[in-house]
Nanobody
Framework: QVQLEESGGGSVQAGGSLTLSCVVS????????LGWFRQVPGVERELGAI?????????SYADSVKGRFTISKDYAKNTLFLQMSGLKPEDTGMYYC???????????????????WGQGTQVTVSS
């Protein structure tokens, strides 16, 4: 059974930092593409891509987080990370990690390409 479990969310002031974690089980971690998505507050079922990392470690980022967020993974711990710094109120939302066996690099930001999802962890940034 595939499971993705996020943690590390919380409430911070603007300019602060948080690191999200996602422990993945039930699939060959090293063979999968992984991503972080954010539920747009107030918009039902609309997910925005934040960052993605391929099976070989190639990273991609949404323009809004480039230079502030870093995605990484620990093969030994089957864990995906999202280091967030310089947080802004518009970064607020529920953050989800997702996994897919393969994702075209041109469409890494499409939620429909990811069949496996975690339950999410809330990030709230106050001004």
């Amino acid at each position: 059974q595939v499971q993705l479990e996020e943690s590390g969310g919380g409430s911070v002031q603007a300019g602060g930092s948080l690191t999200l974690s996602c422990v993945v089980s039930g699939l060959p971690f090293g063979d999968y593409c992984l991503g972080w998505f954010r539920q747009v507050p107030g918009v039902e079922r609309e997910l925005g891509a934040i960052a993605g990392i391929s099976d070989i470690g190639t990273t991609s980022y949404a323009d809004s987080v480039k230079g502030r967020f870093t995605i990484s993974k620990d093969y030994a711990k089957n864990t995906l990370f999202l280091q967030m710094s310089g947080l802004k109120p518009e970064d607020t939302g529920m953050y989800y990690c997702a996994a897919a066996f393969w994702v075209n690099s041109a469409t890494w930001d499409q939620p429909r390409n990811f069949p496996f999802w975690g339950q999410g962890t809330q990030v709230t940034v106050s001004s």
